[in-house]
Structures are given as structure tokens and as C-alpha cells.
């Protein structure tokens, strides 16, 4: 579920909320890329943000964390049941938490995520993130991983703050199990696992895992929220895994569309369990 967008709302949020240092949020942004800079999109982001306007000048990773406590005006608590920022991971058909017709919701859909800050008299601004790569990276050997140089966020003014819809942690977890279930069951009468000589499929998943064990999430993050994040993370490198497979392993159109319509509603699934985990997170902070 580790996306930069999560990566700086749990930890801006933490440290907002007086559990987390400085250091934190800056060390965890370092995972994604060397390099952060901030830019605003619009007039009245600027003004919400105090960044550079009209001429647009990249600021610094430092001036990220200036550019999040100035909107959400440091020292105003969120509403009980809230947090100061909150987080959106649109995909076409589901823009929940967007507000509609505005360049952000359609640069958010394109990035896949986006986060919201919270201001006073709704003044929200949007957060939204994007991987720079050296020019020369394109004439990169096409098998080498090719590494972020930097990233840049765009921070955008919002008509108001979206309401988002809660999602219950306990609900999410039990839709969470009930979809596992059922695609397992599918997907193992088709015998994936000794497709194309593959003999260690959960080798495959675990190696999955491993790529996205290296973020951590604040202290305050409670023990069930983190468990629903492990199994949607989970079951989505297993989804990862087998949708590699089934070209190889599948025999038939037959078993093909057996597949993926075990497949499709995971990804549904997994993605509601995240959000209701991450925003569990969200709000832990602000919890006296």
C-alpha cells in the first residue's frame, strides 16, 4: 500500500500532532527519492501554502513541511474523529474524496493518489506527487530498476474540504478474509503455482513483500490497522504474482476468465482495507 502520498500523511499528520519529529517525515520521504521540491498550481494555493507566486519556484523538502503546517494552520486541532490530512488512491470509476470537475481530481486519477490537507473555513489544498528521472536514465539498460532522481509535489487550492467516507476498520478486515477466501479457492483448482516451472510461487509473493518492508509507519499507528495493512499487502502480492502467472499457466479462455473474475474484486477490496487502515492511522494521532 506504500505510495509517497501515504508516506507523508502519517508521518506530516504524527508530527502535526506532536507524536513525531521533523526528522521523521523527512526520513521517511528519502525512501521514495533524494530529492523533494514543492511548487504551487494555482493563485489561491500559494496564498494557502505562503509558496512563491506568480513565479513558480521550486522549494525545498524542508519547505514541504512549511507548505503542510501553514495550511493546516499549526496549533488548530481537528474536529474528535478527524485528522488534519487525509488521504485519496483514485482509480477510474472510484474518485471518492475528489472533489469533482477540478484539475486536481484529474491529475490525482492520472497519479493514482493524492493527499488532502486540512485547513480552517474548509480551505483545503491538494498534495499530489510525481517521480523525476535524470534524462539519461532513458538510454538505461532496459533490465536495470531505474531510480527516481526527485520528486516534485504540486500542491493545488480545493472549493472545500472533501468529506470522505469512513470506512470501518472491522468491516474492511472481514470483507478483507471473505474475498481471500474465495479467490484461493479459485485460483488453486487452476494449479497456478507449477506454471511455466515456477516451483516456489510463495517465494514470489515474499519477494514482493520485501520490496515495501523498508517504510515504517509512527508509533501511535494502532496494532489492528497495521495487521489489515500486512494482509491487504499480502494478498495484493498475491495478486501481483498470480497475474504474472496466468499468461503462462493458463490453458484455456475457460480458465482465463476463471481467473480474473477471482482476481477483479480483490483489488477493490484491498484497496478499501488500506484506506480504512490508513485513515485509523490518520486519526490515532489526534487521540488524547
Known amino acids: 500500500m506504500w505510495c509517497p502520498s501515504v508516506s507523508l500523511s ?5 508530527w502535526l500532532a ?3 519529529a521533523p526528522d521523521d517525515v523527512l526520513d521517511a520521504l528519502s525512501a521514495w527519492a533524494p530529492r523533494h521540491s514543492v511548487t504551487a498550481y494555482d493563485e489561491a ?3 494557502r ?3 512563491p507566486w506568480p513565479d513558480v519556484i521550486d522549494a525545498g523538502v524542508v ?3 512549511q507548505t503542510v503546517r501553514t495550511a493546516v494552520r499549526r496549533g488548530e486541532k481537528p474536529p474528535p474523529g478527524h485528522s488534519a490530512i487525509g488521504v485519496v488512491l483514485p482509480v477510474p470509476g472510484d474518485v471518492r474524496g475528489l472533489p469533482a470537475g477540478t484539475q486536481f481530481q484529474e491529475d490525482a486519477l492520472a497519479a493514482g493518489e493524492a493527499l488532502i490537507v486540512y485547513g480552517p473555513k474548509s480551505e483545503a489544498i491538494g498534495l499530489i506527487p510525481e517521480f523525476e528521472y535524470d534524462e539519461e536514465d532513458d538510454l ?7 531510480e527516481p532522481c526527485a520528486m516534485a509535489w504540486t500542491a493545488y487550492s480545493l472549493p472545500a474540504s472533501p468529506t470522505f467516507e469512513q470506512i470501518d476498520l472491522g468491516e474492511a478486515e472481514y470483507t478483507l478474509k471473505s474475498a481471500v477466501r474465495s479467490a484461493a479457492e479459485a485460483l488453486s483448482a487452476l494449479q497456478l503455482g507449477s506454471a511455466g516451472g515456477v516451483d516456489d510461487p510463495r517465494g514470489l509473493v515474499e519477494q514482493v513483500l520485501e520490496a515495501n518492508r523498508h517504510h515504517r509507519v509512527p508509533d501511535n499507528s494502532p496494532t489492528r490497522a497495521l495487521q489489515v495493512l500486512e494482509n491487504a499487502a499480502h494478498v495484493d502480492a498475491i495478486i ?3 497475474s504474472g502467472l496466468m499468461p503462462i499457466g493458463i490453458q484455456s479462455s475457460s480458465e482465463a476468465q476463471i481467473a480474473t ?3 477483479r474484486p480483490l483489488e477493490s477490496v484491498v484497496r478499501s482495507a488500506r484506506m480504512a487502515a490508513v485513515n485509523t492511522i490518520l486519526r490515532s494521532a489526534w487521540q488524547e
Open 261 to 263: 473474475d477471482a482476481l
Open 63 to 65: 519547505s514541504l513541511l
Open 140 to 146: 538505461a539498460d532496459e533490465d536495470q530498476a531505474t
Open 49 to 51: 501554502t505562503g509558496l
Open 18 to 20: 506532536g507524536s513525531a
Open 10 to 14: 502519517v508521518w506530516a499528520n504524527a
Open 45 to 47: 494555493a500559494a496564498g
Open 240 to 242: 501481483t504474482v498470480s
